[in-house]
Every structure is written in structure tokens, then in C-alpha cells.
T-cell receptor, first 110, second 115 residues
Framework: GQQVMQIPQYQHVQEGEDFTTYCNSS?????IQWYKQRPGGHPVFLIQ?????EVKKQKRLTFQFGEAKKNSSLHITATQTTDVGTYFC??????????FGKGTTLSVSS | DAGVIQSPRHEVTEMGQEVTLRCKPI?????LFWYRQTMMRGLELLIY????????DSGMPEDRFSAKMPNASFSTLKIQPSEPRDSAVYFC???FGQGRDQPQHFGDGTRLSIL
């Protein structure tokens, strides 16, 4: 069945350093979404990518969808302590359930 | 606007007891999802409703789990009888649209502990 893999599982950075998490699917996706979950909180939708090669930015966050629509990445420039949390990618094929990756947990020390 | 509302926020009960989790989706949203989150298995979809009709319940673990959506503004997830391995955070999420491609809005979750 469809699987969505995320790496790394954990990442610790110093405040001001960059951070990247990667998402890979075993199948071609119709769309990919990214969510952030703060410790003790719930997943919050960040962005959706649907086009091959698409790149979207939200302030210090840059999201990419691969040309083959099987992988995606989230890059955070100059991390801040407010970036702490778990970042999930989720993807699906048209008409099927959204599959969430296991997430990358980011910790930031000041 | 109110987000997805779940109750209770926390539930601690003994194994064998019936547990009922409740969810009120965002007004106007016509898709509703129940998820279970654990450290080991991550975020798992249990069941998906569209326009109050269960469309995909392939993620429901076993017959002890059941879910209903009697109207557009209310859904329940019931576990009977409960077991310690059911301990997890249960999230309800809603979205607007026909398919499952739409961004989902999650409630705060119910943290369930079965002793």
C-alpha cells in the first residue's frame, strides 16, 4: 500500500541554523500537505502543493514538491524557538485517504 | 469562528468500560475524519465521513470501535469494551469538499488512558 516516509525522525539545531525535513512516497501523489504540531497540541495545516516542481514560501519556510510528485521538502531558514514542534507531511493519490508521515520533531536551543 | 470541538479533553477509565468521544466539526464542513495518534504508529486514520455518510472505515481497528455521524454538526467514536492498548490521543478533523485532498482542521484531541 501507499507509504509516506519522513526523515530525519528528530533534529536538534541551534537557534539561527537552518533545518530541512524530507518526505518520500512509494507512489506518485496528487497532492502533498504539510502540518505542524506543537508539543501537546494538534496538527495545524501549513500548506498544500499540487503541481510538479512547485515551490511555495511562507516567510522563513520554503516548501517544494518534486518533479515526479513522489517527494517533498520543508526548509526553515534561521530557525527560531517558536519553530519547535513536529512537522508532518501528508499525501494521497486522487480519491484515496491522506497518509501522514511519522513526522520530524524539531528542537531548537537558544 | 469556532474550530473543531472535541470532548472530553482527557479520559481515564478502566479496561472493559465503554468510552465515547465526541466531535463537533467546523460549521459548513462536510467531511469529517477520526484519527488516532501514538508514538509507535504515528497518526492513523480510523474513519472518514462525507456528508454524514461513512465512506472509508478501513482504519477502524476492530469491532470494538464504532463511529457515527447522526447529523452534520456531531460525530461520536465509541470503544466498547476498552483495552489498555487503546490508550492514545484521538483527533477529530474536518474539511470542506468532496474529496480527501482538502486541508484538514484538527480539534484539540482527546487524550485517552485505559488502565
Amino acid at each position: 500500500g501507499q507509504q509516506v516516509m519522513q526523515i530525519p525522525q528528530y533534529q536538534h539545531v541551534q537557534e539561527g541554523e537552518d533545518f530541512t525535513t524530507y518526505c518520500n512516497s512509494s507512489t506518485t501523489l496528487s497532492n502533498i500537505q504539510w502540518y505542524k504540531q506543537r508539543p501537546g497540541g494538534h496538527p495545524v495545516f501549513l500548506i498544500q502543493l499540487v503541481k510538479s516542481g512547485e515551490v511555495k514560501k511562507q516567510k522563513r519556510l520554503t516548501f517544494q514538491f518534486g518533479e515526479a510528485k513522489k517527494n517533498s521538502s520543508l526548509h526553515i531558514t534561521a530557525t527560531q524557538t517558536t519553530d519547535v514542534g513536529t512537522y508532518f507531511c501528508a499525501g494521497n493519490q486522487a480519491g484515496t485517504a491522506l497518509i501522514f508521515g511519522k513526522g520530524t520533531t524539531l528542537s531548537v536551543s537558544s | 469562528d469556532a474550530g473543531v470541538i472535541q470532548s472530553p479533553r482527557h479520559e481515564v477509565t478502566e479496561m472493559g468500560q465503554e468510552v465515547t468521544l465526541r466531535c463537533k466539526p467546523i460549521s459548513g464542513h462536510n467531511s469529517l475524519f477520526w484519527y488516532r495518534q501514538t508514538m509507535m504508529r504515528g497518526l492513523e486514520l480510523l474513519i472518514y465521513f462525507n456528508n454524514n455518510v461513512p465512506i472509508d472505515d478501513s482504519g477502524m481497528p476492530e469491532d470494538r470501535f464504532s463511529a457515527k455521524m447522526p447529523n452534520a454538526s456531531f460525530s461520536t467514536l465509541k470503544i466498547q469494551p476498552s483495552e489498555p492498548r487503546d490508550s492514545a490521543v484521538y483527533f477529530c478533523a474536518s474539511s470542506f469538499g468532496q474529496g480527501r485532498d482538502q486541508p484538514q482542521h484538527f480539534g484539540d484531541g482527546t487524550r485517552l488512558s485505559i488502565l
